[in-house]
């Protein structure tokens, strides 16, 4: 079973049913997704904390405003741990789980997974 990537019943409320609406968030999601990612790596090796935490939230703030719940959660935790300034060999593995997430949440989108037609997606 695939696990859902982008929580169905939020992202219909979110867009009020608009599935054109969604579309173009998703295809700015996916437009600025590798810089966003760039920005956090550039970050982790120049052991910027803040520009981590900023980072972290400009995803956490992305993935909330699509529904995308899973990839919330590992951007919070990102977001978490940098404000805690924990070490960067800890933050490295953090990084790469968002960038997966990322990657899983476009592929669920892009798979067709989601769908307006019958009133609720």
């Known amino acids: 079973m695939i696990e859902p990537m982008i929580d169905q019943n939020l992202a219909f409320e979110i867009t009020n049913g608009s599935e054109e609406l969604f579309k173009q968030m998703m295809d700015l999601f996916i437009q ?12 982790l090796y120049e052991g910027d904390i803040d520009a981590l935490v900023a980072g972290a939230h400009d995803i956490k703030s992305s993935a909330s405003s699509l529904g995308a719940l899973v990839l919330y959660e590992s951007a919070l935790k990102l977001e978490q741990a ?8 800890q933050i490295s ?10 990657m899983r ?16 997606i």
């Not at 997704?33 to 970050?43: F, T, V």
């Open 32 to 43: 600025f997704s590798p810089d966003q990612l760039k920005k956090l790596e550039k970050a």
């Open 93 to 102: 593995p953090m990084i790469i789980d968002v960038e997966d997430k990322i």
């Open 82 to 89: 940098a404000k805690l300034s924990l070490e960067l060999e």
């Open 105 to 120: 949440t476009i592929a669920y989108y892009r798979d067709g997974h989601l769908s307006f037609e019958s009133g609720r």
